[in-house]
């Protein structure tokens, strides 16, 4: 069984910064992808970002040069940080991590942007 523990959620005003965090209770590394995705009241939940190995990551064009994946794979956490924060970023924000095919989401982490 995967546990993912988001944190850093919170109120911040447009063009503020956040950086939430993502622990695993796995190897990161062992993983074949990590994310970020995030749902807004009333819509569906979409992608923010994927990350692989090596670097490698997937942005969402609305988040593009914004926000930025890392990992800490000694600490097994991924973070996300987010700068130039606008209104529409407002959501709940979830961790996910895909191993042999599974599925395994956080409990999620509220991110408030206010003008």
């Known amino acids: 069984q995967v546990q993912l523990v988001e944190s850093g959620g919170g109120l911040v005003q447009a063009g503020g910064s956040l950086r939430l965090s993502c622990a695993a209770s796995?190897?990161?590394?062992?993983?074949?992808?990590m994310g970020w995705y995030r749902q807004a009241p009333g819509k569906q939940r979409e992608l923010v970002v994927t990350?692989?190995?090596?670097?490698?990551?997937d942005y969402a064009d609305s988040v593009k040069g914004r926000f930025t994946v890392s990992r800490d794979y000694a600490m097994n956490t991924v973070y996300l940080q987010m700068n130039s924060l606008k209104p529409e970023d407002t959501a709940v924000y979830y961790c996910?991590?895909?191993?042999?095919?599974?599925?395994?989401w956080g409990q999620g982490t509220q991110v408030t942007v206010s003008l």
């Open positions: 990350s692989r190995s090596r670097g490698l990551a």
């Open positions: 996910n991590a895909r191993k042999r095919g599974n599925d395994y």
């Open positions: 796995i190897s990161i590394f062992s993983t074949d992808l």
